[in-house]
């Protein structure tokens, strides 16, 4: 197996145009280091309705220049065998964008003479932008297909690779079961044309018409006077968002100027996501630093690629306690906004959301579907005007942008705070009001990081083989294993448990090494002299499901 190894880590060192990588590898060639090389070589990394995203470093199993060209013949490959662009006559467009991490720009650029040199077109962003802002230029420019190179907010040494196609939105089976097989089927990185010229360097008119797009989610004339404290997590979504304040007459955000500017590091963050335990502290701290008239209404966060949105309220009279809203409570004001406003069209959520969008919606007559998890199900939804999921991602433009966009969400919150500032209340008022005309949707997440994938496996095994019949003292009246797919949904690895004023569903993420379990409750309330009493029932029937739950899946 020894010499196997060594032999796969030559041949693979002959090909790699990175000279870090190329380094990195000839490093561990000589010093024979056979744990490192078998990490790296041990299989490929798999290409998915996600694209690609993994650790940075040299061999098949990591992130890297040669994966990336390999990726990028692959979806060429695919993109000509689709058929004819929509425009006559000319070779179809693949635009691409990148974030701040480390070797994005490279990945892009890599991506972009792979295309010219299959016979497409390229076009590449003027630099790193927010992932909503490429989303959006595949339907400004009529392109065949995006490309976004980006980890979202994984940890700093992660990168990733996002595939959309024509219609703006990400990739869902059977394209990326057919990129795959396009992608394996490149024999050798020395049968994939790479010019050093031909493609476009967008300039920002693009960036210009994305901005120009954001006037369509306000309501003219509408009230703009909430305050807010931003941070863009050391992502790039700073000067995209402060632009489309400003287009909109909001008050200037206060930055969080630790967490400004793009630094692929992260330095202040364990992980760079607003979910995340003390990410969001820099931010809360200068929020009670400021005081009198330049009080925050709220703060908003980015994840560093800018597409989702995270929302937080100060609790409490005296200006020092903040909390971070739920995804779930956001995408509930943010539909109630929309609904107030007279929105018609499809609302629709991932199953792992809350139930409380339905109730929404069923109130004011609207259409409601439910998806598997991600913005690749959601933007699908027939007739779409609105979607979100629970993990900050929130569409409130699908005609402008068919993904989460956490630049026109800021907008759109910070509106709704606006209208009820006016009005002399609050985020927190309205979502009291959800709960007593709705029922109290209280939901919360265990959620386990691993190193091990198998202990994922391993406890969606337990769970399968033996399931739980009651959770907290409720009785689980459905489970649903979602491997076998619903009338309304596809396939998915995950189980869905229903019980009396309750609802579990547990699944491997998608994206991270994490078993995800989402737990919500619902309390029925009378008026708002209820609503302490109910919280109080809710925090402890979902802490108990959480006992009962980990203890059934052994985590």
Not at 91 to 108: E, N, Q
Not at 272 to 291: C, I, K, Q, W, Y
Not at 323 to 341: I, K, S, T, W
Not at 452 to 458: K, P, T, V, W
């Amino acid at each position: 197996m020894h010499d196997e190894l060594i032999a796969q880590a030559q041949a693979w060192l002959t090909e790699d145009p990175d000279p870090d990588t190329r380094t990195e590898l000839a490093r561990l060639i000589d010093a024979k280091d056979e744990t490192e090389l078998a990490a790296r070589f041990s299989g490929t990394l798999r290409f998915g309705t996600a694209g690609l995203r993994g650790e940075l470093g040299a061999g098949p199993m990591r992130m890297n220049r040669s994966v990336v060209i390999r990726a990028a013949a692959g979806l060429a490959a695919y993109l000509k065998k689709q058929g004819p662009p929509a425009r006559e006559g000319e070779a179809g467009l693949v635009v691409i964008g990148y974030d701040a991490r480390h070797k994005s720009h490279d990945f892009a650029q890599d991506t972009a003479a792979v295309m010219i040199g299959a016979g497409l077109r390229a076009a590449v962003l003027p630099r790193p932008l927010p992932t909503p802002v490429l989303a959006f230029a595949i339907r400004h420019l009529g392109a065949v297909a995006g490309v976004e190179v980006t980890a979202s907010h994984n940890p700093p040494r992660d990168n990733g690779y996002k595939v959309y196609l024509g219609d703006g939105s990400q990739i869902v089976p059977p394209a990326d079961i057919d990129i795959a097989a396009e992608i394996a089927a490149v024999p050798s990185l020395t049968t994939v044309p790479r010019p050093t010229e031909g493609w476009d360097t967008l300039d920002d008119s693009v960036l210009d018409a994305y901005l120009a797009r954001t006037d369509a989610v306000l309501s003219e004339g509408s009230p703009r006077t909430a305050r807010t404290v931003y941070t863009a997590m050391h992502g790039v979504g700073k000067d995209v968002l402060l632009a489309a304040f400003a287009r909109a007459g909001f008050p200037a955000p206060v930055l969080v100027t630790e967490q400004a500017d793009p630094d692929p590091e992260f330095p202040t963050v364990a992980f760079p996501n607003p979910e995340e335990p003390g990410a969001m502290d820099l931010a809360f701290a200068t929020a009670r630093a400021l005081s009198g008239e330049s009080a925050p209404d709220l703060i908003i966060a980015n994840d560093p690629d800018a597409d989702r949105c995270a929302v937080a309220v100060q609790d409490g009279t005296d200006g020092t306690g903040w909390r971070m809203l739920r995804g779930d409570e956001v995408g509930a004001l943010l539909a109630a906004h929309l609904v107030r406003r007279g929105a018609t069209g499809t609302f629709a959520e991932s199953i792992v959301s809350s139930s409380l969008l339905g109730r929404i919606a069923e109130k004011a007559g609207l259409p409601h579907v439910e998806t598997l998890t991600g913005f690749k199900w959601i933007a699908r939804a027939e007739g779409l005007r609105y979607g979100y999921e629970e993990a900050l991602g929130y569409c409130v433009d699908p005609d402008g942008v068919r993904d989460k966009d956490g630049i026109t969400a800021a907008l759109l919150i910070t509106e709704l705070a606006s209208q009820l500032k006016e009005e002399g209340r609050t985020l927190l008022d309205l979502l009291d009001d959800l709960a007593v005309e709705h029922g109290l949707h209280a939901t919360d997440q265990l959620s386990v990081r691993v190193e091990d994938l198998s202990l994922i496996a391993a406890a969606m095994g337990r769970l399968r083989e033996q399931p739980p019949t009651e959770l907290a003292g409720l009785p689980i009246t459905r489970t649903d294993d979602l491997t076998q797919g619903t009338a309304e949904l596809p396939p998915t690895d995950g189980l869905r448990y229903t019980l009396d004023g309750a609802r579990v569903i547990v699944r491997p993420s998608g994206t991270e090494p994490k078993l995800k379990c989402y737990l919500e409750v619902v309390i029925p309330v009378g008026s708002h002299e209820d609503l302490p009493a109910a919280r109080a029932k809710a925090t402890a029937l979902l802490e108990a499901i959480k006992r009962d739950l980990s203890t059934a899946a052994g985590i």
